[in-house]
């Protein structure tokens, strides 16, 4: 019989979403006993193999179980989510005190401990990362270098790295020249040459609301202040209190992460960066893009970014490799626009250039162009990791528990009861070597006090099962 999906490399994985089609969709409840791995291969005139292929992908992601001398049976429904975290309301006044200091240094000491189960985490586990072919290119760029990688490298960066990355901005609709590239030692360097570039130290930044902990520790260490902005855990930032603001308050610049911030995930639709970056035109307020997340989409396309739809160079934005290929490397890189001679400048000033032998490794890798492959499999891991943790905290929290649903990035934003302190949570679970990033770093002036974030890098095993289990318990006692 002819196959149903021609001219398709990745035959199995057609027939898996053509059934978790289904899945969603109500035709194939849970509980309902799936076709034979031989009915599904005449049903579709593929081989054993591959139907065999199609049903252990649905399996990874939890969403069918297969049952001894029974067959495949549907075990979850992707569209059967628990609600959705509150967005809450911050007071959006400006602030000078942001962060919660001493939390969020007590739990970056746990951060690197490896006899912790650590769900506070927002990368990718090692495990997921290319070592192997890395380990090659940082070996090629050692031979190749008539100076052993020991002298320094341009202060604007390799020009290899610096054309790669301008390809890299096609995958997002960008049309970049390698000389409007500035690379950085990771994202949070780009993102503070950005912030020194348009600010000065009594100004006031708006950022979306919950926030990534460290956007607020690098705010308060340049002497700036803060006005938050609610996001909806979907949509990101509420672009009419925005406005709002803007009008009544003299604002600097926009720092936020429009495609799956950390931690809520929410990912802003195309049509609200066009209209953001119109309204910061207007206004002549520069944004500065946190886009270290856009990689790591589960559709089939990735978003846009606002650097996209900036047509007067108002946009600086910022990125790394960190999050999705090599974070011990400390490769990022600014876009800076119009602001391109500042930021040169405060470079040159900060570190003079990045590391040579990493720049010229990572060149290497994304020239020969292993970088696309080793994605396509990363963001099929994510995903099916996202699936099954957020099963398993629905299994094992209480009923009310509320879950983030994310479509791409590392992270579950997790609601709880009002009455539980996901500090005094995080105290409790690190009794038991479990870690977790409580939800009042992530914000200033709401009471995030009841939320955590998930981190979800880490592949599924029993040990990851044990960890949210033993969590679901302690969060259990504690209503």
């Given at each position: 019989?002819?196959s149903?999906?021609p001219?398709?490399?990745?035959l199995y994985l057609?027939?898996?979403e053509?059934?978790?089609?289904?899945i969603?969709?109500?035709?194939?409840r849970?509980g309902?006993?799936?076709?034979s791995?031989r009915v599904?291969?005449?049903e579709?005139g593929i081989?054993?193999?591959?139907?065999?292929?199609a049903?252990?992908?649905?399996?990874?992601?939890?969403?069918i179980?297969?049952?001894p001398?029974s067959?495949?049976?549907v075990?979850f429904n992707?569209?059967r989510?628990a609600?959705?975290?509150?967005?809450?309301?911050?007071?959006?006044t400006p602030v000078?005190?942001v962060?919660n200091?001493d939390?969020?240094?007590q739990?970056?000491?746990?951060?690197?401990a490896?006899?912790i189960?650590?769900?506070a985490?927002?990368?990718?586990?090692v495990n997921l990362?290319?070592a192997?072919r890395l380990?090659k290119?940082v070996v090629?760029?050692l031979?190749?270098?008539?100076?052993?990688?020991?002298?320094?490298?341009?202060?604007?960066?390799n020009p290899e790295?610096r054309k790669?990355?301008?390809r890299?901005?096609?995958n997002?609709?960008?049309k970049?020249?390698?000389?409007?590239?500035?690379?950085?030692?990771g994202?949070?360097?780009?993102v503070v040459m950005?912030l020194?570039s348009?600010?000065?130290?009594?100004?006031?930044?708006?950022?979306?609301c919950p926030s990534?902990?460290?956007?607020y520790?690098?705010?308060?260490?340049l002497g700036l202040?803060?006005i938050?902005i609610p996001?909806d855990?979907?949509?990101?930032?509420?672009?009419?209190g925005?406005e709002?603001?803007?009008?009544?308050h003299?604002?600097?610049a926009?720092?936020?992460v429009?495609n799956?911030?950390?931690?809520?995930g929410?990912?802003?639709?195309?049509?609200?960066?066009?209209?953001?970056?119109q309204?910061?035109?207007k206004?002549?307020?520069p944004l500065i893009?946190d886009?270290i997340?856009?990689e790591m989409?589960f559709?089939?396309?990735r978003?846009?970014t606002?650097?996209?739809f900036?047509?007067e160079?108002?946009?600086?934005?910022?990125?790394?490799?960190?999050k999705?290929l090599?974070?011990?490397y400390?490769i990022?890189?600014?876009l800076p626009?119009?602001?391109?001679?500042?930021v040169?400048?405060?470079k040159?000033?900060?570190s003079?250039?990045?590391a040579?032998?990493?720049?010229?490794a990572?060149?290497h890798?994304l020239?020969?162009?292993?970088?696309?492959?080793?994605?396509?499999?990363l963001?099929?891991?994510?995903?099916?990791q996202?699936?099954r943790?957020?099963q398993a905290?629905?299994q094992?929290?209480?009923?009310?528990?509320?879950?983030?649903?994310p479509?791409g990035g590392?992270?579950l934003w997790?609601?709880l009861?009002?009455h539980?302190n996901t500090?005094?949570?995080w105290?409790?679970a690190?009794?038991h070597?479990?870690?977790?990033?409580p939800?009042s770093i992530?914000s200033n002036s709401?009471?995030?006090s009841?939320?955590?974030r998930?981190?979800?890098g880490?592949?599924?095993d029993d040990?990851?099962?044990?960890?949210l289990k033993t969590l679901?318990?302690?969060v259990r006692k504690?209503s």
């Amino acid at each position: 019989m002819k196959s149903k999906f021609p001219g398709e490399d990745h035959l199995y994985l057609q027939v898996a979403e053509g059934v978790e089609k289904m899945i969603g969709d109500d035709i194939l409840r849970i509980g309902d006993k799936l076709p034979s791995v031989r009915v599904l291969s005449k049903e579709h005139g593929i081989s054993m193999g591959t139907a065999f292929q199609a049903y252990y992908h649905l399996e990874g992601k939890g969403l069918i179980e297969s049952r001894p001398k029974s067959g495949y049976y549907v075990r979850f429904n992707p569209r059967r989510f628990a609600d959705l975290p509150k967005k809450m309301d911050p007071v959006v006044t400006p602030v000078e005190k942001v962060t919660n200091q001493d939390m969020i240094m007590q739990m970056i000491k746990t951060m690197t401990a490896e006899d912790i189960m650590n769900f506070a985490l927002a990368s990718p586990s090692v495990n997921l990362l290319p070592a192997a072919r890395l380990s090659k290119s940082v070996v090629h760029a050692l031979r190749n270098d008539p100076h052993q990688c020991l002298q320094y490298e341009h202060a604007q960066g390799n020009p290899e790295l610096r054309k790669q990355i301008a390809r890299l901005s096609f995958n997002w609709g960008g049309k970049v020249k390698p000389d409007e590239v500035i690379i950085t030692s990771g994202c949070m360097e780009a993102v503070v040459m950005a912030l020194r570039s348009v600010t000065h130290a009594g100004d006031t930044i708006a950022v979306e609301c919950p926030s990534y902990f460290g956007i607020y520790q690098v705010i308060e260490s340049l002497g700036l202040k803060l006005i938050e902005i609610p996001a909806d855990p979907v949509t990101g930032i509420d672009l009419d209190g925005l406005e709002r603001a803007i009008g009544k308050h003299s604002i600097a610049a926009c720092l936020l992460v429009p495609n799956f911030s950390n931690p809520s995930g929410s990912c802003m639709p195309d049509e609200h960066k066009q209209r953001l970056v119109q309204m910061l035109t207007k206004h002549q307020v520069p944004l500065i893009e946190d886009d270290i997340y856009g990689e790591m989409y589960f559709g089939r396309q990735r978003p846009r970014t606002c650097k996209y739809f900036d047509k007067e160079g108002i946009v600086l934005y910022c990125s790394s490799l960190s999050k999705s290929l090599a974070p011990g490397y400390r490769i990022g890189w600014i876009l800076p626009g119009r602001y391109m001679d500042k930021v040169s400048s405060i470079k040159m000033m900060h570190s003079i250039s990045c590391a040579t032998i990493t720049q010229q490794a990572l060149a290497h890798f994304l020239g020969i162009g292993r970088y696309e492959y080793h994605l396509k499999n990363l963001r099929k891991a994510l995903h099916t990791q996202c699936l099954r943790y957020t099963q398993a905290i629905m299994q094992y929290f209480p009923e009310e528990t509320r879950i983030s649903r994310p479509q791409g990035g590392f992270v579950l934003w997790v609601e709880l009861s009002k009455h539980i302190n996901t500090y005094e949570l995080w105290l409790e679970a690190m009794k038991h070597q479990i870690s977790i990033a409580p939800g009042s770093i992530f914000s200033n002036s709401a009471n995030y006090s009841h939320y955590m974030r998930i981190g979800y890098g880490k592949p599924w095993d029993d040990k990851v099962d044990k960890g949210l289990k033993t969590l679901g318990n302690l969060v259990r006692k504690m209503s």
